[in-house]
């Protein structure tokens, strides 16, 4: 019987994100995985049960990773600027210190595993977004508006500025990079666009 290596365990899921990031789910193979990873195909049965259970596995790992990080020092009942003020911190810091693995979810998303990676995700994150939501239009700081409106004006600027840092390039084929200044003029103006 062979036994969990924790140190392998880590070095393969590491391997994999990367892999991902650079070649896509299509270039993606558990024996590309073993080569690039050091290990014997072999190996990685020990911790996974085929592709498919590898890829739900690494993108729950991180999804929870992204929920609790968007969650840090948030409450649902926070004044609607200071929460949001709070998220986009969260967001920004996630994704500018995480680049490939924030690149690896996106992938995930973007692909037939979504639901089997999104729908798990923890059900405190779900509940405080959609309450923070609600308490902000019941206390009349914003004006009533879905769910997928709000998100679209509340959190794509911020994404939009994240992605031409990535690319390093604005979409006038500038070089771009991301700083706080252009965060919080952006922020402000999310805020204005709320609150109208």
């Known amino acids: 019987m062979r036994y969990r290596d924790e140190h392998k365990e880590l070095l393969v899921k590491e391997r994999a994100i990367e892999m991902i990031v650079r070649e896509g789910l299509d270039g993606f193979s558990m024996q590309k995985l073993a080569k690039e990873a050091g290990v014997s195909p072999a190996t990685l049965y020990i911790y996974y049960k085929d592709k498919e259970d590898l ?12 929920t609790t990080t968007i969650l840090k020092n948030f409450d649902p009942n926070m004044k609607f600027e200071e929460g949001m003020r709070v998220q986009w911190r969260n967001r920004a810091d996630y994704w ?3 680049p ?27 509940a405080s977004m959609g309450r923070f939501l609600h308490n902000a239009i019941d206390n009349k700081e914003i004006k009533p508006l879905t769910k997928e409106a709000f998100w679209s004006v509340a959190y794509a600027p911020l994404y939009n500025l994240i992605r031409f840092h ?17 965060m919080w003029q952006t922020f402000a103006l999310v805020m204005k666009a709320l609150k109208a």
């Open 55 to 66: 890829l739900i596995q690494l993108g729950y790992e991180e999804a929870t990773r992204l």
């Open 96 to 98: 500018l210190e995480n």
């Open 100 to 126: 490939v693995r924030a690149s690896f979810l996106e992938q995930l998303r973007h692909s037939p595993l979504r639901t089997r990676v999104f729908e798990a995700l923890d059900t405190e994150f779900v």
């Open 166 to 182: 990535t690319e390093g390039i604005s979409l006038a084929g500038e070089p771009f990079q991301f700083s706080e200044e252009i």
